[in-house]
């Protein structure tokens, strides 16, 4: 292919996240590598052909989420619903950004967009069409990487069936998607008990995010014992973000046809060789429905979560708290810090200040 | 309460199986006991009271089933959904019956029924409300104590929510539930595979009952790879019965959006020790729904259940293996045989020739 080259496009610097190669157990900060000094030009490139780049965009990314499923992409396994990522290339990741040169009719520069992009200052988009466009002003920008958000709604409302009155227990509960769902199911009418790591969490929980109980894990001996406390009737809903022995205890406090939303694992330390659950039989005698899920699944229901978790932000229902880290170099700390639980509630990074 | 006997009742002499005390692990032959030489009288007792016998029934019980999940009452634990056994006392389980005597107006002498007697040649039913009556010259009457029939029913339609040409995976395929299930989604258009335990019944599910395939699970010196042998492009819905290693292999081979409906875990050694199951996250990856159930919550369906099945029977597109057991003597052999696999397929007792 020929190619052309019309005007002289703006070149900058781009900082990178580059992924060095494939895990097994937890992530560690020297999984990552923080590369400088690379030329990036501000103009979609003009060439067809093999990887052409007919109607991509140029972005610059605003704000990057540290998200617990990524884990999953430093594997060497392709059977998953997302591939790996590449060993050698830039992370990839969920963001918000601002559109800074367009070869695409959908979009104009100035524009603003969340969807997968890399963990880098600038990125060339070339399947725009999986950007979801946004309106800024509603909330801050930074909310929109909580892609999470919808995570919780469409597992708290399609995965867990609430019914007013519920006993929900949600575990990693100051997390992005843990603290949406005790609210939201707040406002359903539902008693809600949060599980999480500090005690600052734990009040967090209590006092800034409307939960009814929260309980630091790591203070308990017995999880079992832990949630027959709080639950003495038992659980209609779990909404599990951790798997490991929290999944077992919570497996044993379930109430009959209670359900639970299998989200993320975090607890796993290695994916390769998971612990063993030991309450499924559980399932039985309670009939209870175990459900894993993802988000992309319930995107009809997008616009409806939106509307909804605007709205009850604007009316202060709701509260957010973030976790932002600024810059890019914060990136594999804030990453690994899912891991530890240590300073992190909903991590992301804000690389819009340069 | 004053005793009135006004007619001379024939007594008869009345064997039984007794509950001999709680266990832990697989039943033995010894957990339970025949006991010979009880008096029973062929009549409802008049007195009132506690305990007393309105509306109750004096039954011949005929047909009287073998089931997996009586072992779960065998154990001491009151949390399940049915209580414990009661030692000394006379083992509960479904069988058809035939009423002897009835103070009941919905029930007069010669009726057949359905539903929870005792292993016993005649039982005494209190509360004849929960027992079905069952129009003779549809099916064999032993058919009936096929309640299980119904838990197939249920299980697959409700749980495993089939679709045409969905892949059906289901373990101890021969078994009174097996056998039904996957006769059931070859009706409904799926492609079915069974597993069992001994080449005479992989026989009987390839060439009796027409699985597309089956296999003897004890051959196999790996599951995973069984799996994936008879389903290169994975499973669609699995029914379990078994748990442990085949309930693992299984979720490592559903397809996305996959349903598993856990009807029974007959594999593990112990309940109070149940061993691990691994493969719990790939719930999330694959979207699958896990969902244990019982029949008793799906009891709107029975009319339908009843209405095809018979159908089905009468034009021969479904065929049922029975294993019939002559004489309440050979009950405890009958069931012991459920955890040993031998020659057991879909156990009951004949007590009717006496």
Known sequence: MERKEEEVAVVVENKQIIFKGYIEGIPTESDMELKLGNKFKLKVPSEEGEGGCNGALVVKNLYLSCDPYMRGRMRHFFGSYIPPFVPGSVIEGFGVSKVVDSDN?????????????GWEEYSLIKKPEQLRK????????????????????????????????????????????????????????????????????????????????????????????????????????????VGGPMLDAALTNMRIHGRIAICGMVSEQSLS???????????????????????????????????????????????YIEDMNEGLETAPAAFVGLYSGKNVDAPYLDVSKK
């Open 273 to 319: 060789n998971p612990r063993g659950i030991y309450n499924v039989f559980n399932l039985i005698s309670k009939r209870i429905r175990m459900q894993g899920f993802l988000q992309s699944d319930y995107l009809h229901m997008y616009p409806q979560f939106l509307e909804d978790v605007i709205s009850y932000y604007k009316q202060g229902k709701i509260v």
């Open 105 to 117: 009719p959908n979009f104009k520069p100035g524009d603003f967009v969340t969807g997968m992009t």
């Open 134 to 241: 946004i309106q800024p002003n509603d909330i801050p920008l930074s909310y929109y990487v909580g892609l999470l958000g919808f995570t919780a709604y469409a597992g708290f409302h399609e995965v867990c069936a609430p019914k007013k009155g519920d006993y929900l227990f949600v575990s990693a509960a100051s997390g992005a998607v843990g603290q949406l769902v005790g609210q939201l199911a707040k406002l359903h009418g539902c008693y809600v008990v949060g599980s999480a790591g500090t005690d600052q969490k734990v009040d967090l929980l209590k006092n800034k995010l409307g939960f009814d109980e929260a309980f630091n894990y790591k203070k308990e001996t017995d999880l079992d014992a832990a949630l027959k406390r709080f639950f003495p009737k038992g659980i209609d809903m779990y909404f599990d973000n």
